[in-house]
């Protein structure tokens, strides 16, 4: 076997217990990441908070737990910073998770959550409802058009690219930049017609977390959770597939149908991350580099890795977003970091195909 093979080999060859030993000790050491930034993100802003005091508030909130916090400090960090951050925790997690799902699927390392247009379709859908409002059912507003018009582009891009039962990665990924255009140029049309709906328009365009509630994340999270769970379960048929479709089949998986069940839960993550934040580059896809860089290819380990990484990577990036003088949208920050760092990579060499 040639060292091509072998290196390709890899990510299945490694015992389970030694996997699930690694995907463990790394998951722990960025759960303690995460709850360092959440403690520094919610002590921070135009009234600081102590960090011990924070930390308290925090474990106040937790069943069977009670401490001694101050009135002023336990509404400020509950009820103003907490649902801001935590929104951006799930977020982060979702597009981390799905970048890593895209890649690992395209095989692919400029794969990203947005690549088969399911941002530029929620895009479309936030524009034109704020645009042109339409009365969606069950009061979900904006982020039910912006839900919605993901998933018809996910759903319209693999209609498009399957024929006769297949869906050929290739075709699929030429569908996905042609729709995008399409919608690049729908968009474009409804901004040109948005009036006084220009700056909000541009607002949502560019990614923001500053709206987020307690109702966004508790909608949010347990669909991301769900979705997420069962990309677990199929994270040996992604490492699998990183082998080419027709080694895949004959070593037993059933290419299509795997390829349809990814593609249909990374859309859906990707779109109920997006219907809450605007579209927020840069994630999907530097995080799962990052972390490969750390772990290895190994799906069974880079998958959570990645989410979790996600998650401390956005709730940093929104922080930062909202330290300056003036409140940036998230996605410029992660724009203004991501970009740069990707081009280091790609300088060092560091950025090769799957």
């Known amino acids: 076997m040639g060292e091509t093979s072998t290196t390709r080999d890899e990510p299945t060859a490694i015992r389970p217990a030694r996997v699930g ?3 463990i000790a790394w998951s722990v050491g960025l759960v303690v990441a995460l709850v360092a930034v959440v ?5 921070l802003g135009p009234v600081g908070i102590e960090y011990p005091v924070v930390a308290m508030v925090l474990l106040d909130a937790l069943p069977r737990l009670s401490f001694s916090v101050p009135d002023t400090a336990a509404t400020i960090v509950m009820k103003i910073r907490l ?6 925790a799930i977020v982060g997690f979702a597009l981390g998770a799905a970048g890593t799902v895209m890649q690992g699927f395209f095989r692919n390392p400029m794969a990203d959550p947005s690549i088969i247009g399911v941002s530029t379709g929620a895009a479309t859908g936030a524009v034109a409802w704020i645009v042109v409002p339409v009365v969606i059912p069950f009061g979900l507003g904006l982020q039910g058009a912006a839900f919605a018009g993901a998933l018809i582009a996910a759903f319209g891009v693999y209609l498009i ?3 006769r039962g297949r869906t050929p990665v290739a075709t699929l990924l030429l569908a996905g930049v042609a729709v995008q255009t399409f919608l690049g140029a729908v968009i474009s049309y409804l901004l040109i017609n948005s009036g006084e709906s220009l700056e909000r328009v541009t607002y949502w365009l560019m990614g923001h977390l500053h709206n987020a509630s307690w109702g966004d994340v508790t909608t949010t999270f347990p669909l991301a959770l769900v ?3 069962v990309l677990l379960a199929y994270t040996r048929d992604l490492n699998v597939l990183l082998l080419g479709e027709n080694e895949a089949h004959s070593l037993g998986i059933e290419v299509e149908r795997s390829k349809r069940v990814l593609l249909a839960l990374s859309s859906v993550l990707t779109a109920a991350a997006v219907a809450v934040s605007g579209v927020i580059g840069f994630v999907g896809l530097i995080v799962p580099h990052v972390m490969r860089l750390l772990v290895g290819p190994d799906h069974r380990i880079l998958l959570p890795t990645s989410a979790l990484a996600g998650s401390v990577f956005l709730v940093a990036a929104d922080t930062l977003a909202r330290s300056g003088p003036a409140e940036l949208p998230v996605g410029i920050v992660t724009a203004a970091v991501g970009a740069p760092f990707f081009l280091y990579l790609l300088r060092r060499r560091e950025v090769r195909a799957l």
């Open 39 to 43: 403690i520094a993100s919610a002590a």
């Open 83 to 88: 649902p801001r951050i935590a929104l951006a």
């Open 161 to 163: 690219a399957t024929e």
């Open 21 to 23: 030993s690694r995907a």
């Open 227 to 229: 979705v997420f769970l």
